[in-house]
């Protein structure tokens, strides 16, 4: 269907005037062309205007239709490839400036100084190279992160899954001491300090936080970093230095997974002490952005309340998920994928049959094992 049909269709759903249409098509094919229609969860060949379309459908009334397309308009947060990858460029001067934080407090020395006398210079650099990058998923872009510091970070410290075999530790500290032994150390020196001083967890996106870490009543600690560290702490000593830093990183986070994750950390930090523990984030999305029972709009909640099938539910999700899991309530779409956190509105598929039935606008691809 042809872009300027399908608007046609669409100013009809919405009661548009001509001089709506003129306004609302501009607007919106703006959006379309820079971001919406590259959307990589839709079929090949798929466009955005014939989603919306179909996505307008499914609410009865034209009130209501138009009060979901002022949703997508007003309130959607659309993070493109660019702006994600802007996102993950953050990334590295964060972790320059904490080691140079590290080092300042390490030689007892003011934070300017570690920049300009050539031990601390010297040391930084080495602290750099002790560090690995670790993805804790398929979205943490980790190869994207390499490519932006080619010659800053080597492919012996950026490992793409959490999985670390015994041989692929072995071979990564093979490759950390020949770095070190370049840098002028003679290969006693280089033996004894090829064990890596900070691993870096990095992730794309945290809606709730409960993914990261979580404490289960009976079970104990769960999540990405409990696992990480049941997986890594027997290397302490031997691949991983004694005083090893776990910074967790994400490229984007809601207000309540940062507040969650930094303060299950600090119940976990003491729990497990052989490691020191971290965290930072690219950008951290506003509380204001939220959509839940506190919004002022009235017809907007209401709708997402009515127009809500309880069979989208399951196992992972938990019930009344119409703010998303864990009712986090984000009007948010990335380019890769919809995360389950969004409001249902946006991504949810009931089946054929149900009533009422929900179509996706941005439809979504499950990852049942990495709620955020």
């Keep these: 269907m042809k872009h300027e049909t399908a608007f046609k269709f669409i100013g009809e759903q919405l009661d548009w005037t001509d001089a709506d249409f003129a306004k609302e098509f501009r607007e919106l094919q703006l959006m379309i062309d820079h971001k919406y229609d590259n959307y990589q969860g839709f079929q090949p060949g798929t466009r955005f205007h014939v989603n919306l379309l179909n996505w307008l459908s499914q609410v009865a009334t034209k009130a209501d239709k138009k009060t979901i397309y002022q949703f997508v308009k007003d309130r959607l947060v659309y993070v493109s490839q660019r702006e994600m990858h802007h996102l993950v460029s953050l990334l590295m001067p964060m972790i320059e400036r904490n080691a140079h934080q590290r080092v300042a407090k390490e030689m007892q020395l003011p ?37 932006y510091n080619e010659g800053k ?29 370049l840098t002028g150390m003679d290969e006693a020196t280089a033996e004894a300090n090829a064990t890596f001083e900070a691993i870096c967890l990095v992730d794309d996106f945290s809606g709730s936080g409960s993914s990261l870490l979580r404490r289960h009543p009976t079970k104990g600690w769960g999540g990405k970093i409990s696992k990480f560290y049941n997986s890594s ?25 940062r507040v969650q994750v930094e303060q299950d950390l600090g119940s976990f930090a003491p729990e497990h002490p052989q490691f020191q523990y971290s965290t930072s984030f690219s950008y951290v999305l506003p509380r204001e952005v939220v959509i839940d029972d506190g919004c002022e709009d009235v017809k907007l ?6 127009h809500y099938d309880a069979d989208i539910q399951d196992e992972h999700t ?25 409001i249902a509105l946006l991504w949810a598929e009931s089946k054929p049959d149900a009533t009422p039935r929900m179509k996706p606008l941005f439809a979504r691809r499950k990852r049942h094992s990495s709620h955020g």
């Design 318 to 342: 938990g019930p009344d998920i119409w703010y998303g899991y864990k009712q986090c309530g984000l009007p948010l779409v990335l380019e890769h994928n919809t995360p389950n956190n969004s």
């Design 301 to 306: 909640i209401s709708l997402i309340k009515a």
């Design 233 to 257: 702490v027997g290397h302490l000593g031997t691949f991983l230095s004694k005083n090893c830093v776990l910074h967790v990183h994400h490229h984007l986070a809601s207000a309540k997974a």
């Design 111 to 147: 934070l300017y100084k570690s920049y300009i006398e050539q031990a601390a210079i010297d040391r930084v650099t080495q602290l750099l190279r002790r560090t690995l990058y670790v993805g804790l998923s398929d979205g943490a872009r980790i190869d994207v992160f390499r490519r």
């Design 153 to 181: 970070v080597s492919n012996e410290q950026v490992v793409a899954f959490s999985e670390i075999t015994e041989t692929k530790w072995r071979d990564l500290r093979d490759e950390l001491k020949k770095s070190l032994m």
